[in-house]
């Protein structure tokens, strides 16, 4: 298969290609969530260029580690005499025999995929692959690929590295999720045309992780293939909520509550209130989960807009965790057919709501191409205002700040319709306005912006109301 074969990860095949060119060794860090293409992107890249390849395996301690490395080698090497080393540092004093033999006048590759599954608990991995930068592939033209999904422990412990590894990344290449575009490209060279109404659908429920996306099949609407991907006993992401935390995080239950506790939160939550609800300590670890999940992509952070306590919402944004916390752990062994029926429930069009949201916030960047204004500076956060005996409460779950003066206000709207104002939800509009002005005292123009999956219906009500309106297709853009 030919690496153009690549949907999208245009910038990440850029600098994955450059190091080819250049004329040092190159360090090269891949992190992103599980499942959302790395391996897959490295080998595409440098599919004849890498001359050792190895995967750490799962929950395994350091003996089965180093055998699984020998036999690895002997894949290679056809070494008959090779032993199962006594620790990294032979390991990898061993490898740098059988590349020194290894002769060739282009760079050639080294890919060590799921390090944090190599680097098991005591083992001294990252000592051994200290020695093996320091001493040997530094001093040739080679590219060193480490690989991980746990983006947390590969910030930590790789690219801020206080060893034999100190500053020694030399490229960092983070692996987003695909935007819709990227989605609707994924399915299209597979020969699946689907509206966009539908891929959204899919995204809502699967997110844009390709390693899920591969079960969409063709001549199925979204909500079949929802059924079939995530409510049959067979299917591919049955018991994955479990497998994927698990895989990442060492007390991966605690990771879990977080999300649990956040799942039953629209606006998100402040980490005063993620420990309240789940009973962890207002300390040290808990600051540590919350960045993990951040930084393994599971939930977004967001600045409360004129909060002078820099108090911050986390707010669950991944798509598949939160689905199944909504649907599938309560609708387990049931019949074919499940989704089928929870999508004409009351349940399922709140969800669509929480989850459209979380679209959008996801796909800033073509909203802000869609306004003209990608080239403007601008900050995203929220704001919320509990009511009082003398004024209502709001909550405005996105706003963009803009240094040209103007403050975005969203209205994000998910229907099967355009969207049609009455009288009440234009009042209500105006009331959300006058309060945001009034309690933040800003001079900025706010300018009422519209999020509405098939558009607005203008009417007397809208207009001189809602200034920008933007739609599914605005969402898609590259």
Not at 125 to 143: E, I, P, Q, Y
Not at 370 to 379: C, D, M, N, T
Request: proline share 1%.
């Amino acid at each position: 298969m030919e690496s153009l074969e690549i949907v999208g990860r245009i910038k990440e095949q850029a600098t994955l290609k450059a190091t080819l060119q250049s004329a040092e060794a190159e360090l090269v860090a891949v992190t992103g969530r599980r499942r959302v293409g790395k391996t897959f992107l490295v080998k595409q890249v440098f599919q004849e260029q890498i001359l050792f390849e190895i995967t750490g395996l799962q929950d395994e301690a350091l003996d089965k580690q180093l055998a699984h490395f020998r036999f690895t080698l002997f894949r290679y090497s056809q070494d008959e005499s090779l032993q199962t080393p006594k620790d990294w540092l032979e390991a990898f004093q061993k490898l740098v025999l059988y590349l020194d033999k290894q002769v060739s006048k282009h760079k050639k590759v080294i890919f060590f995929d799921e390090v944090p599954w190599l680097a098991s608990q005591k083992s001294d991995f990252l000592t051994g692959l200290g020695f093996f930068w320091n001493s040997w592939a530094v001093n040739h033209k080679v590219v060193l690929v480490i690989c991980g999904s746990a983006a947390s422990w590969m910030v930590e412990h790789v690219v801020d590295n206080k060893g034999g590894l100190h500053n020694r990344i030399t490229k960092l290449v983070h692996l987003e999720p695909f935007t819709l575009r990227e989605t609707e490209l994924f399915l299209q060279k597979r020969d699946i045309t689907l509206k966009r109404g539908q891929i959204v659908e899919l995204y809502m429920a699967l997110g844009g992780i390709p390693h899920y996306l591969k079960e969409v099949e063709a001549g199925k609407s979204a909500a079949q293939n929802i059924d079939h991907i995530c409510f049959s006993k067979r299917a591919l992401l049955y018991n994955e909520f479990s497998r994927l935390y698990a895989a990442l995080f060492a007390h991966a239950h605690k990771h879990i509550a977080v999300i649990q506790a956040l799942a039953t939160s629209r606006q998100g939550l402040t980490r005063e209130q993620i420990v309240s609800k789940t009973g962890l300590s207002n300390g040290g670890h808990t600051t540590r989960i919350l960045s993990e999940l951040e930084q393994s992509g599971f939930i977004t952070v967001y600045s409360i807009f004129g909060n002078k306590k820099k108090d911050r919402l986390h707010r669950l944004t991944d798509e598949f965790s939160l689905f199944y916390l909504q649907f599938m752990e309560s609708h387990r062994n049931e019949e074919a057919g499940t989704w089928l029926h929870l999508s004409q429930t009351q349940a399922y069009k709140i969800w669509c709501g929480y989850a459209f949201e979380n679209l959008c916030l996801k796909h800033l960047a073509q909203i802000k191409l869609a306004l003209g204004i990608a080239g403007v500076y601008s900050k995203a956060s929220a704001f919320s205002l509990k009511g009082s005996p003398t004024e209502k409460g709001i909550q405005i779950d996105l706003l963009l700040d803009r240094k040209d003066n103007i403050i975005n206000i969203f209205e994000i709207k998910f229907y099967n319709a355009a969207w049609t104002l009455t009288a009440d939800d234009a009042h209500k509009l105006r009331e959300k306005l006058r309060i945001f002005q009034q309690n933040t005292n800003t001079n900025k123009h706010l300018m009422l912006t519209l999020v509405a999956a098939q558009g607005l219906k203008q009417n007397n009500h809208s207009i001189g109301l809602v200034e920008k309106v933007l739609t599914l297709d605005d969402l898609f853009l590259e």
